[in-house]
């Protein structure tokens, strides 16, 4: 009788935890046809190998650079753990993450995050921390990151943040509760569209053009970090237009880098080595590149990866050659699809419109 009591209350617990699963499964935003950034971070791991260069950063990073070209130049293996906005010790934590998995040569992080010394909104919050994994690294990086109004148990249980979704949820909340389709390549979010520079906000004046102590505490912990490891830790400044980067700000990286001897590079300086083109390189009039900037800046930037810190290419690899040329396939597939999208939906498209459903690329 009591042997079948504990069995009745062991089935109930079960019955209650699956049930409780598949309610969180079915709630949480699923990030694929709309604010597509909020899966860049979970996409990470079904990586396969591990990865000579591992980028950190906001959208600088996940728009500015391309793997597969990378890969294809140079033979270097790469991933960028990006998200939108993502604040420095969102990188720091990822990349402590990071190096349970595997040990790349060479990371490079954007420094456009220095700018921020505090946490600065939910919604960034959760694309950088929902898509993680539950590890110590994630607490420590939700607990750096929360908002007065946000609580740790909810990035613990999904379910008790996004509990009211109901009136939200549409046929893609079923269609992907349990399996997504891949929608990035190793980090890098595609944009095939154009949209030149045409004008150019003025920079606004700051009260106090000085880094503030917790960014650089973070910095100065990414810099231990990759030494610990022996890894080469890279600065980097995309030539992204705006939000604008301050002299200020520049005179701080550069004597940062050099006390630590640090590679820093500001691409706005090297707009024309580059071969950048802001009629044709951006998507939205200078804030971000498409692909055609973030493979010009690849090709560029492997070149200097490879002469600086004689990574190898591996392009000879039967096994990497493999996984990458199904990679390169996805990557041309969807640019293609991309273009093709554009060219019957050009006009919605430039208006910031959707075209109709089922004309994805993916």
């Known amino acids: 009788m009591l042997r079948k009591r504990l069995l009745t209350a062991v089935a109930v617990i079960l019955i209650m935890i699956g049930t409780l699963y598949i309610l969180e499964r079915l709630l949480i935003p ?13 996409e990470y791991y079904k990586e396969e190998t591990g990865h000579d260069v591992v980028f950190v950063g906001d959208c600088e990073v996940y728009e500015s650079f391309s793997p597969i070209t990378l890969w294809e130049r140079y033979g ?6 990006g998200s939108a906005q993502q604040l420095i010790w969102q990188s720091y934590y990822l990349l402590e993450e990071t190096l349970r998995y595997e040990k790349p040569e060479v990371v490079v992080f954007n420094v456009l995050a220095m700018q921020y010394d505090q946490p600065q909104k939910e919604a960034y919050n959760r694309m950088a921390l929902d898509g993680m994994k539950m590890s110590l690294s994630k607490l420590k990086s939700v607990r750096a990151s ?3 109004h946000e609580k740790l148990v909810e990035y613990i249980f999904p379910l008790l943040r996004y509990h009211s979704r109901w009136s939200e949820l ?6 992907y509760m349990f399996r997504k ?19 150019m906000p003025r920079a606004r004046k700051l009260p106090d053009y000085q880094f ?19 890894i080469e830790l890279v600065l980097i400044k995309v030539p992204s237009l705006y939000p604008h980067w301050y002299d200020e700000w520049e005179a701080q990286i550069e004597d940062y880098a050099e006390r630590y001897g640090l590679l820093y590079i ?3 300086e090297l707009i024309d080595e580059v071969g950048i083109d802001y009629s044709q390189d951006t998507y939205d009039a200078g804030l971000h590149l498409n692909v055609t900037g973030a493979e010009k800046m690849s090709i560029y930037f492997g070149k200097v990866l490879q002469d600086t810190f004689g990574l190898k290419d591996r392009r000879k690899d039967p096994d990497l050659k493999r996984i990458w040329q199904q990679k390169a ?31 994805a690329a993916d």
């Open 181 to 199: 389709d891949k929608l990035f390549h190793n980090g890098y979010y595609m944009r095939v569209d154009v949209r030149p520079v045409e004008t």
């Open 170 to 175: 549409t046929s893609e909340d079923f269609r």
């Open 76 to 81: 270097i293996t790469s991933y960028i753990r």
């Open 146 to 148: 929360m908002m007065e």
């Open 212 to 230: 503030g102590e917790r960014a650089y505490y973070y910095l100065d912990r990414m810099v231990e970090l990759c030494k610990e490891n022996d």
């Open 30 to 42: 699923k990030h694929v046809s709309a604010i597509v950034e909020g899966s860049l971070i979970e």
């Open 266 to 268: 500001n691409f706005l």
């Open 329 to 359: 396939d996805f990557y041309y597939r969807m640019k293609e699809n991309q273009y093709r999208e554009l060219e019957k939906y050009g006009y919605l498209k430039s208006l910031g419109a959707r075209p109709p459903e089922g004309t």
